[in-house]
């Protein structure tokens, strides 16, 4: 008997249902301003032939030559290469698979407000990508990437037309390389991954209390004694800028004063306002040593160092921090007080207000724009000057009610470990702001802040990603576009895209749950480890440094807390499994199943931990409490799904003793909490109501 009739009926089938498919739902992320899909798909094959008609340049070149590279590691196809290795390009732009027309190159070191825009146009012929200039193709090569689709047939473009730009000029990213240091693969790795989601600023934090991480060639000492030998050559700065300015990206350097500025002072304490010696902070917070604006040696170091930097990054900005100086050295030094009332600056913020001027004269001399956090909003800041704006949402309006530019990042401090959601639902003007229009137009954008107390190299990505995508669309795409499900489900497929170019966000993981398992651990061990580090999450805000008073600069950051990631994937397909069930009108012991199963399973998963070769690893018992926490959490859970099932109504009593405790084991430990208590308390909620709700709202 043959089977070749039934395999060519289900062939005809699946050929009529691709016809009909539903429209599909673009992977994109950031969402583009417009997409408009038609029928039928363009096949990506070994043949595919790229033509570049207007502007040819070597930026658009390496764009394309990188575009082409990741498009063969996906497809694992091979496309037609010279014999010198270049990708060969045909001049046929008829028949070519790929047709780049770039009105013009755009700056080759990219600056604020460039047309970043592009039109993809993709028929079942061609794709035609234009773009005003180089950047916006570049734009469009990571749109087409993500479009890239396949089926049993192949791979393949969907037949679209795609029109888009970003909404705000600057869309960046913050890396504190000061804290912990973050070298340059670092770096590198993650600025692909901004340019996969059309971020263009990566804004370096160079110096702070515990590193100074730039070489000056001046004043050697400041990188000498300021840093344990982790900084930036600047040979190592400009490959950066290069590499940067290659993916449409700027780079923005910040060198933080006159507060969070021990690290200068250990080889210049004459320039502090109190008498040292000084050595490199090694703890986190907010620091005396603050730099002494009424002696002219600290202007003569800022010049020669300025100058230095300015001729050494090519941005227009030049972010001189600002933020915390709690002026107990000003405060507490006669010569600085007496200062401050013989030049009517009348107190602590009025001289800091002072320093900002000289120093933004200083700046402007080297034709570089001034850039600070809040504070150094004052009635005598020098207009032009732009703020970042961190500590509240009216930090926004403050500033541009005073005509300054502005940024936020307020909302978007991803080292505090809050869900996507949080930053992808903080918009720096939203719909119903208070702002007027000409102070909407001096809202510039946006930087998601990686501050480093608690990253390493080895974990630093998965603080950035993949949540930092989703700052990257609030700041790029519409308003409007604001589906938090639809963004959770990009996400996780742009958060392979983003480890497809190198990010370790996910990757991480494995090699850092080995060693926490210690060598005997067996493969179900790892597997369980891996389970309850997918339920818990860091703790919030900064509560890491009550958790670990002790912890430092030098501390390993290889623990559970480091393991588990913000935004717990386990917790949120959780969350969604009792939405679903609650909104059920009926709920009877078969749609209660799945929860009574996954809570088992993770009942089984402490089992395991408790009695495996995890539980012999000497950390373990620090996080022993994670474990009894989970197993009483579950068996919470369990309970309200039994009494959902009876469809019996509990006693009075019951919900607050199962609330009460749901609340014990949401205390952190260990600098942990688990990611799955707001889920089993509406559970327990749900339970108790004498009747179902027909809808929840979250
Ligand atoms: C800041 O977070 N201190 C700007």
């Not at 923005?252 to 109190?274: C, K, M, N, R, Y």
């Not at 040292?276 to 600290?298: H, S």
Request: with cysteine.
């Amino acid at each position: 008997m043959s089977f070749r009739p039934l395999i060519f009926l289900l062939m005809v089938i699946s050929a009529t249902m691709a016809t009909f498919a539903a429209t599909p739902l673009p992977n994109v992320m950031p969402l583009p301003v417009a997409t408009l899909f038609g029928s039928g798909r363009l096949a990506v094959t070994a043949d595919f032939s790229v033509a570049v008609r207007g502007q040819d340049d070597a930026r658009l070149r390496e764009g394309l030559a990188r575009f082409l590279h990741r498009t063969e590691a996906r497809t694992g196809l091979t496309f037609v290469r010279r014999a010198t290795g270049e990708y060969a390009l045909t001049d046929n732009s008829t028949n070519a698979g790929l047709v780049i027309e770039c009105t013009g190159s755009g700056s080759v070191v990219p600056i604020l407000g460039e047309d970043e825009s592009y039109v993809l146009d993709v028929t079942a012929g061609q794709v035609v990508l234009l773009a005003p200039t180089v950047i916006g193709a570049l734009h469009g090569f990571e749109t087409l990437l993500q479009l890239l689709q396949s089926d049993s047939a192949g791979w393949y473009w969907p037949v679209v037309k795609i029109t888009d730009q970003p909404r705000f000029p600057w869309r960046g990213l913050m890396i504190d390389v000061a804290r912990h240091w973050q070298p340059m693969e670092v770096i590198k790795r993650n600025l692909d991954g901004m340019a996969l989601v059309k971020l263009n600023v990566l804004h370096l934090h160079l110096t702070d209390d515990q590193g100074f991480r730039i070489e000056s060639k001046t004043f050697p000492r400041l990188h000498q004694l300021g840093s344990d030998g982790d900084f930036f050559t600047q040979t190592q700065m400009r490959e950066l800028i290069a590499y940067a300015a290659a993916r449409g990206i700027r780079v923005v350097p910040e060198f933080d004063i006159p507060g969070h500025a021990t690290s200068w002072v250990v080889s210049q304490p004459e320039l502090a306002s109190a008498p040292g010696p000084y050595a490199i902070e090694r703890k986190w917070g907010v620091f005396d040593p603050v730099l002494d604006p009424t002696n002219p040696q600290v202007y003569v170091l800022l010049d020669g160092f300025f100058g230095e930097m300015a001729a050494l990054f090519p941005d227009a900005y030049i972010h001189i921090g600002g933020d915390e100086n709690n002026g107990a050295q000003w405060s507490a030094n006669p010569v600085i007080q007496a200062y401050i009332r013989e030049h009517k600056l009348k107190d602590n913020a009025g001289l800091h207000a002072y320093f900002n001027t000289r120093v933004h004269a200083i700046l402007a001399q080297y034709g570089k724009q001034l850039i600070g956090w809040d504070e150094i909003l004052h009635p005598d800041l020098p207009a032009g000057s732009v703020i970042h704006s961190w500590r509240g949402p009216e930090g926004i309006a403050e500033a541009t009610k005073r005509g300054f530019s502005c940024i936020l990042s307020n909302g978007y401090y991803i080292d505090l470990c809050h869900p996507a959601s949080v930053h992808y639902l903080n918009d720096p003007v939203p719909a119903q702001s208070s702002l007027t229009s000409e102070q909407q137009k001096l809202v510039l954008g946006g930087e998601a802040t990686m501050w480093a107390e608690w990253v390493t190299p080895e974990t630093i990505d998965s603080r950035i990603w993949p949540r930092t995508a989703a700052i990257a669309e609030r700041l790029w795409s519409p308003r409007e576009v604001r589906d938090v499900s639809d963004m959770y489900r990009r996400l996780a497929v742009v958060s392979q895209r983003l480890e497809e170019t190198g990010l370790r966000h996910q990757s991480y993981l494995d090699p850092a749950l080995r060693r926490l398992a210690g060598d005997g651990a067996t493969s179900a061990d790892l597997a369980a480890l891996r389970t309850l580090v997918d339920l818990l999450e860091p703790v919030k805000d900064y509560r890491r440094g009550g958790q670990q008073p002790a912890a430092n600069q030098i501390t390993p950051l290889t623990g559970l807390a480091d393991c588990a990631r913000p935004d717990s994937f386990g917790a949120r397909i959780f969350a969604a499994q009792v939405d679903a069930l609650i909104l059920t009108k009926t709920v009877t012991t078969a749609n209660t199943g799945a929860i009574v199963e996954q809570l088992n399973a993770w009942k089984n998963v402490a089992t395991q931990l408790m009695t495996g070769h995890v539980a012999q690893m000497p950390w373990f018992q620090a996080s022993h409490l994670s474990l009894d926490a989970l197993l009483v959490a579950c068996d919470v859970g369990l309970e309200a799904a039994r009494n959902l099932a009876s469809g019996r109504t509990p006693p009075s009593g019951w919900s607050p003793i199962q609330l009460s405790k749901l609340d014990q084991v949401a205390e952190p430990h260990a600098a942990v909490e688990l990611a799955i208590i707001p889920s089993l308390k509406q559970l327990v909620n749900a339970a108790a109501l004498p009747t179902r709700p027909s809808a929840v709202t979250y």
